[in-house]
């Protein structure tokens, strides 16, 4: 069975700090991974998405992921946060036979000015 | 184009009542997900439907829930006898393909459910 796990329920981090959010993914098959954003009141969006392409993937509004095999993991960074990053993020794997997608925890990040 | 779309948005009923929640997908989309979000978690897949049939109805929690989908449009979440372990953010997706080939999900806004 596929899982995710995000190390953190809530970050914070200044204004223009450095952004890092773990996820650490199990699966039995090479995965599809995603992080999507919530931002308050709205629905999810897709921030990007690893599907066995260049492990450094870049994403909307500045945000990247790597994907370490070794590891097991696909944590998520932004090497200077903005105030309108204030959200909740979740990183979640895809089942390769549906494409449902298996959701962590999220992690809720706070900006601070 | 137009997104995803659910409706209610919110919905406050009192236990023991049934609900129905809808979701009308991105045009031409054919798979279909129903997923839901309980304060404090993250988001629990629910069922798959590709086309109007669901292939995976593994994260139904009950047989308090159903769902049915026609043809590739609208879809509905019926629940029974609503409890207040019910009470969630009801999230629907569609995309372009389900299965192995990767396609982007599209969220629609959720529908809160309130049960009293």
């Known amino acids: 069975a596929q899982s995710v796990t995000q ?8 204004e223009g700090a450095l952004v890092l959010l773990r996820c650490n993914y199990s699966s039995s098959v090479p995965p599809y991974l995603f992080w999507y954003v919530q931002y308050p009141n709205q629905g999810l969006q897709l921030l990007l998405k690893y599907t066995s392409a260049a492990t450094l993937v870049k994403g909307i509004n500045g945000f990247e992921a ?9 944590h998520l960074t932004k090497p200077s946060a903005h105030m309108s990053d204030a959200a909740e993020y979740f990183c979640a794997v895809s089942d390769r ?17 | 184009g137009a997104g995803v779309s659910q409706s209610p948005s919110n919905k406050v009923t009192e236990k023991g009542k049934d609900v129905e929640l809808r979701c009308d997908p ?5 798979a279909l997900y129903w997923y839901r979000q309980r304060l404090g978690q993250g988001l629990e897949f629910l069922i798959y439907f ?22 590739e449009s609208v ?3 019926t629940i029974q006898r ?3 372990e019910d009470s969630a953010v009801y999230l629907c997706a569609s995309s372009s393909a389900g299965g192995e080939v990767y396609n982007e999900q ?7 459910l309130t049960v009293l």
């Open chain 2, 26 to 30: 991105i045009s031409g989309h054919t």
């Open chain 2, 75 to 77: 879809s509905t979440l």
């Open chain 2, 82 to 84: 609503t409890q207040q």
């Open chain 2, 50 to 71: 590709q086309g109007n049939s669901a292939p995976d109805k593994s994260g139904l929690p009950s047989d308090r829930f159903s769902a049915e989908r026609t043809g």
């Open chain 1, 97 to 113: 036979s549906t494409g449902k997608l298996i959701f962590g925890q999220g992690t809720t990040l706070q900006v601070k000015p």
């Open chain 2, 106 to 112: 599209f969220f629609g806004p959720g529908t809160r």
């Open chain 1, 7 to 14: 190390l953190g329920s809530h970050v914070s981090v200044s």
């Open chain 1, 66 to 74: 790597e994907f370490k095999k070794s590891e097991t993991s696909f």
